[in-house]
């Protein structure tokens, strides 16, 4: 999640209103179980990534294929949609060179989500809210353009 979260270091809240996917938002920081972890270890690692599909939503695969695990025998998945399953979100890290994600685990089931997180508050210097970078367009702006 680099820029927006350091991996060691980084204190979060997280609101724990947001269980199991309640009112998450395409935008949102989630964080959430590890789907192949959950079983084995009682769901002690825990994952942080943005939502970018909620059930329903069709997602393009983006990133360089071969170091994400990508890659089919026809080639590089680079540019496919694929539609996220219903009871499922599409979660990926802001730094997409190097992030583990819906990429490489597949859709995440909403059951895992832990809650979604709203703030930073250690470091006490990068202390901050994190809000939704996703506005609704404007409906006047849309009828301008035609």
């Known amino acids: 999640m ?3 979260l350091y991996l060691s270091g980084d204190w979060v809240l997280i609101s724990k209103l947001n269980r199991r996917g309640k009112g998450i938002e395409v935008g949102d920081i989630v964080a959430f179980e590890h789907p192949l972890d959950a079983h084995i270890n009682d769901g002690r690692m825990g994952m942080t990534k943005r939502v970018l599909g909620m059930p329903g939503d069709f997602v393009t695969l983006r990133g360089q294929g ?3 695990g990508l890659s089919d025998i026809d080639g590089d998945l680079n540019g496919w949609v694929v539609q996220v399953p219903q009871g499922h979100c599409w979660v990926e890290g802001d730094d997409l060179n190097w992030s583990r ?5 597949g859709a995440v089931p909403l059951a895992l989500i ?3 997180v709203f703030a930073r508050i250690l470091p006490w210097r990068s ?8 506005k609704e367009v404007d409906q006047s702006v849309l009828e301008a353009v035609d």
């Open 2 to 4: 680099l820029p927006t």
């Open 114 to 116: 832990r809650g979604r």
């Open 101 to 105: 994600d819906s990429r490489v685990i």
């Open 127 to 134: 202390r901050c809210w994190f809000k939704n970078p996703l």
């Open 66 to 68: 071969d170091t994400h």
